[in-house]
């Protein structure tokens, strides 16, 4: 019986080691490939330890891009993302909050058909709609500009929906008494309701900093120029070049740049994201 | 629906809160919705300078053309092997976390983090490691006398991506499954032990049937997440190659609307699309309300 | 909070376009790589050499990426000025009469001087329509070449010096390389349905659609499998990949093509004559050899002449008349002699124009770079036929897809030859059809 749980525990950690090296693998390459050169790459096979081009393969990237590729600089890339994950998650977390509040402590006419409203657009990808939208932003002008990258994609029902499970969790008398004080519904709003969703509202955060980081599909088609790039729609430039080779060595360092700030954003604020994500698929 | 049993009173108040996410909706949502579905019953030119109205010929043809029939096809195949592959997994390495005591943190850290790459980025590195000529799984492929080639095999192609899309959604699963495995009293497990009943037994008749409410959670998931997150991955390395072996459904709407310009047609795969994700979407839906009774 | 972001978005777009004096013209275009930093420097010179207008190139991703982007705009009345379209893309733009201004028509609206004798008929002949009048601005145009690996030819005990010219010749020689263990394959190639398929047929001149190919008109419908040639050339291919003489190099461009070669795993390889920088460029330990493409020497007529491929410029419809003022402008500067010449030598592209070609030839520089002139030479080895001059069939762009699906299934033994050839036209049809219907 103690034979046989430790012969399970070592399995068990063998597993873990093997899944570990499964997830991890696919990132040692890239990192291995963006510190190669160009020739590094031409004949036989991926090298699997370390080069000495780390240093200039970097800073090409970060100042000047692949210009000739449709990649500007990375810094420049890299700011587009910033701007669209946070525009996306605190645009979302913003507007979602407040209509959860009309929706969890207001009774008006409407109310069921604003709900199913917001709710239905669950249903509804990106990628499923997307001719469609394209056109609706291209006709308000929008292409090619921050509020196109970010607008169309900060409506979604899962944050509604979050905060009314947090509010109907909020217990009745909190309200009375606020009422009982001659508290007005938005001072009740920021005394109270806020401060008590603080931790879920850090935890959607996180969520959503990645899923705005991560956006491909959208970008792809709203951005008309360079200038308006985001780093994960870069690498696929970068990647499908004619007539020549990709430069793997620049991809893989763009790569590795694209990955860092959400991999941190995860890793440190791991038991948020934890509860975050756990919370929102309630 | 649930509110609270007092409410403010306000006319104008609640209008204004909810307005921002509602225009939103209409605007991004409701109406391209709309007009996807009144495109899939015309036919147009790709200047948009003639349009027809051709009643349900978009949907008779999408249903008698082969192409798509296969692209179902390969929507479902692809869509269990990413299920079962990233649920497998995620459930293997779950129960190893839920054995360990002192090290299941930082197992868990070193797990979470592909949810945090980005899939166009991930499809990129898998593409990498499988390119033909100088990527590393070829040509260790090559050494045992196995031929790959995903540039014509069409399972090879599948395989690639399942495997790149199964890669980022099994931190994901994993993270469910420990807080399933987690919320399992222990003292059930206990007193099977006390019984006689061997690690394997207690996971057949214990741990597995307790868990099946957040596997039944994690399936609907999986399935919206191959059918519909997974653009990207596609994108990246296959592009729906070789000859449409893993041509999926979302890839073929983008490819048949912004590459072939056949507006018609796409919209009218939008809008069986829009079917399957509102049936899925039931499904969820009646799952989260059960729960939220409790 | 919506609105302000709406309203800033406008306000900036609006100082934007007040603020400068300069004409705007705007240009997508799918170079990239080291022929977009030379396009990019051509737009910087022309700005430089006038101060009425600005030229703002944009690299809009791949040929077929460009052509929907600027399709997707043009529907939301965002279009560029000027659009680079691939020449498979000719048939969709040529049919959308309200959407593009043909080159012609607005030189002349616009008073440019312009002589649509000067371009070398090969290449403008694509783009003509039925009365001769040129639609669209050639811009790059290539044809496919044969390269090869001339230290590879020696090691394997073959004449470095001269280019294999019949595909039996190639077939020859790729077993005694193989055999001899200089290369591991005997060729490569890109662009199956470029080079492959549509340049086989007008290199051996057989026709592989009804209507003179489509120029005669939209009810033109394909004919690939009726073209034994290509029948026989299909099975060939499938049999030599098997064999390992022959690599695929994936679909649509083969990007998998030129990496086989540059490694020196394959020892010959075919390509666009765009690629010739390139292959210069990444060659590093071999000597390249050049030569025109290998022909059947049994079928008569054959080798005819090649087909091109590259792109042209299409202005479209929408912009005011000082925009096209300037586009004629621009385009009458990009075919002068001296940016062409310029271009073509840098590129691998052919001279569009008589002028820039004899230019090339004072400057003596086809001499000093062997295997520059092949492709001249190859689109101009006899005049066009009704079957090499070109094609034109709407949709094309989904219908080279649907070429590059039956070969791989043709390669993976799904289907012989004869059947492949047959699903193209059957599906191909299909959606040229559709394209007839929706461009009544």
Known sequence: ?282 | MSTKRNTFRHRTLPYLLIAPQLVVTLVFFMWPAAQAVIQSFQQEDAFGLSTTWVGFQNYQALFADPDYLNALKVTVVFTLGVTAMSLGLALLLALAVDRMVKSATVYTTLLVWPYAVAPAVSGVMWWFMFNPTIGIFPYLLRMVGYDWNHGLHGTDAMILVVLAASWNQISYNFLFFVAGLQSIPASLREAAAIDGAGPAKRFWTITLPLLSPTTFFLLVVNFVYAMFNTFATIHATTQGGPAGSTNILVYKVFNDGFIGLNLGSSSAQSVVLLFIVIALTVVQFAWVERRVQY | ?440
């Open chain 1, 1 to 282: 019986m103690v034979e046989n749980r430790r012969f399970l525990n070592i399995l068990a950690h063998l597993v873990l080691i093997l899944g570990v090296a499964f997830v991890a693998f696919p990132v040692y390459i890239a990192l291995i490939a963006s510190t190669h050169g160009q020739n590094d790459f031409l004949s036989g096979v991926i090298p699997l330890l370390p080069g000495h081009d780390t240093i200039r393969n970097y800073s090409a990237m970060m100042t000047q891009g692949l210009a000739s590729s449709g990649a500007p600089p990375l810094w420049l890339m890299l700011g587009n993302s910033l701007i669209m994950a946070l525009s996306i998650s605190i645009g979302k977390i913003a507007i979602s909050i407040i209509s959860a509040f009309a929706i969890v402590y207001f009774r008006f006419p409407g109310r069921m058909i604003a709900f199913w409203l917001i709710f239905v657009t669950l249903m509804l990808p990106v990628e499923v709609r997307i001719l469609p939208t394209y056109k609706v932003v291209a006709e308000l002008g929008m292409l090619n500009t921050y509020a196109g990258l970010t607008v169309p994609l900060i409506a979604s029902a899962t944050a509604t929906f979050l905060f009314r499970q947090v509010f109907l969790t909020i217990p009745e008398e909190l309200m009375e008494a606020a009422r009982i004080d001659g508290a007005g519904p938005m001072k009740f709003f920021w005394d109270i309701l806020l401060p008590l969703s603080r931790t879920n509202i850090a935890a959607l955060f996180v969520i959503l900093f990645i899923y705005g980081w991560n956006q491909y599909l959208w970008p792809l088609l709203v951005t008309t120029g360079t200038d308006h790039y985001t780093i994960v729609l870069g690498i696929k430039r970068m990647a499908d070049i004619a007539d020549q080779q990709p430069e793997w060595n620049f991809i893989m360092s763009t790569v590795v740049l694209a990955m860092v700030p959400p991999v941190l954003v995860v890793i440190f604020m791991q038991r948020l994201f934890v509860k975050g994500l756990i919370e929102t698929e309630k």
């Open chain 3, 1 to 440: 909070m919506m609105r302000s972001i709406l309203l800033g978005a406008l306000l900036a777009g609006t100082a934007l376009t007040s603020a400068q004096a300069k004409t705007t013209i705007t240009w997508w275009h799918a170079m990239g790589g080291k022929l977009g930093d030379k396009l990019n420097q051509i737009v910087a010179d022309y700005n430089k050499s006038q101060d009425k207008y600005e030229v703002v190139a944009t690299y809009k991703g791949s040929y077929p990426e460009t052509m929907t982007a600027a399709i997707a705009a043009f529907r939301a009345h965002q279009q560029p000025d000027i659009v680079q379209v691939f020449e498979v893309g000719t048939g969709t733009m040529m049919a959308a009469k309200g959407a593009v201004y043909p080159v012609y028509q607005l030189m002349k609206d616009m008073g440019e001087p312009f002589d649509p004798k000067g371009f070398l008929p090969a290449v403008v002949g694509y783009y003509t329509d039925t009365n001769g009048n040129m639609l669209s601005m050639p811009f790059n145009s290539s044809t496919p070449i044969f390269y090869y690996n001339k230290d590879v030819f020696k090691k394997a005990g073959l004449d470095p010096e001269v280019a294999p010219k019949t595909w039996d010749d190639v077939i020859a020689d790729s077993k005694k390389i193989i055999a001899s263990g200089a290369a591991k394959c005997g060729f490569t190639s890109a662009w199956i349905s470029w080079i492959q398929t549509e340049n086989l047929s007008a290199w051996h001149n057989k026709p592989i659609g009804t209507l003179e190919n489509g120029f005669g008109g939209t009810a033109a419908r394909l004919e690939y499998a009726k073209d034994d040639v290509l029948v026989r050339h299909w099975a060939n291919l499938a049999q030599w990949q098997k064999d390992g003489i022959f690599e695929y190099g994936g679909p649509v461009g083969g990007n998998d093509a030129p990496p086989k070669f540059f490694s020196q795993q394959c020892a010959m390889y075919m390509d666009s004559s765009a690629g010739r920088a390139a292959v210069i460029a990444n060659a590093k330990d071999f000597q390249v050899g050049y030569g025109m493409l290998p022909y059947y020497q049994d079928v008569q007529g054959a080798p005819q002449n090649t087909i091109i491929g590259g792109a042209t410029l299409w202005v479209l419809q929408g912009h005011p008349k000082e925009e096209y003022q300037g586009v004629a402008d621009f385009l009458h500067y990009l075919s002068s002699p001296e940016v062409q010449a310029d271009w073509h030598q840098f590129s691998g592209y052919l001279p569009i124009t008589q002028a820039a070609y004899e230019l090339g030839q004072k400057q003596g520089y086809y001499e000093k770079n062997p295997g520059s002139d092949v492709a001249i030479k190859e689109i101009t080895l006899n005049p066009p036929t009704a079957n090499s001059k070109g094609l034109r069939f709407g949709n094309y762009v989904q219908v080279r897809n649907i070429i590059d699906d039956e070969f791989q299934k043709l390669l993976g033994g799904q289907e012989d030859a004869k059947q492949a050839l047959e699903n193209v036209d059957k599906r191909g049809n299909e959606l040229i059809a559709q394209f007839e219907a929706a461009n009544k």
